[in-house]
């Protein structure tokens, strides 16, 4: 079982940058595929984006261009860079994994799941 915890989370005003970051232990982390996702209030969890085995990347398209995820894997962390944020952009933050090479989009496709954190984007 994969532990993950995120941190980074805050509150900002629009245009601002965040960095998240998930911290991961208890498996072999470059044999992780590791999402990003997020929840607002009354709304389902939505994938933001996600990095797989080879450092292959994907997004949401409301993200692409703003959001940039990557790896460090001698640190066993995931990174959300998130620039030029959006009032729309405010929800809580999880980080998930999944023991598998490819990315996916749905929150079914990963096993483990981090608390979260909350980003709140002031207008």
């Known amino acids: 079982q994969v532990q993950l915890v995120e941190s980074g989370g805050g509150l900002v005003q629009a245009g601002g940058s965040l960095r998240l970051s998930c911290a991961a232990s208890?498996?072999?982390?470059?044999?992780?595929?590791m999402g990003w996702f997020r929840q607002a209030p009354g709304k389902e969890r939505e994938f933001v984006g996600g990095?797989?085995?080879?450092?292959?990347?994907d997004y949401a398209d409301s993200v692409v261009g703003r959001f940039t995820v990557s790896r460090d894997n001698a640190k066993n962390t995931v990174y959300l860079q998130m620039n030029t944020l959006k009032p729309e952009d405010t929800a809580v933050y999880y980080c998930a994994a999944r023991t598998v090479p490819n990315i996916v989009e749905t929150p079914n496709g990963f096993s483990s799941w981090g608390q979260g954190t909350q980003v709140t984007v002031s207008a």
């Open positions: 208890g498996l072999t982390f470059r044999w992780l595929s």
């Open positions: 990095i797989g085995w080879s450092g292959t990347t």
